[in-house]
């Protein structure tokens, strides 16, 4: 058994490094892929505030609802 796995052993690497330069491949195909979001951290702040507050009037508007 330990021979066998011994003799299957240049086989198995070669099957390993084409699964790992696929793999490669495949990070740097979505690496490709990515695009570049050309917003500033205030904007973000900004959009993130906006969700915040329709959040809030979201949950006030249940709570109203509830206390009815």
């Not at 790992?20 to 979505?30: E, F, P, T």
């Not at 892929?33 to 329709?54: G, P, W």
Request: charged share 35%.
């Amino acid at each position: 058994m330990e021979h066998k796995k011994l003799a299957d052993l240049p086989k198995s690497i070669e099957e390993q490094k084409a699964r790992l330069k696929s793999a490669i491949k495949n990070v740097a195909d979505l690496m490709k892929s990515l695009k570049v979001i050309s917003r500033t951290d205030a904007q973000d702040a900004q959009a993130i505030e906006e969700v915040e507050q329709i959040r809030q009037r979201a949950i006030l508007a249940i709570q109203r609802y509830l206390s009815q």
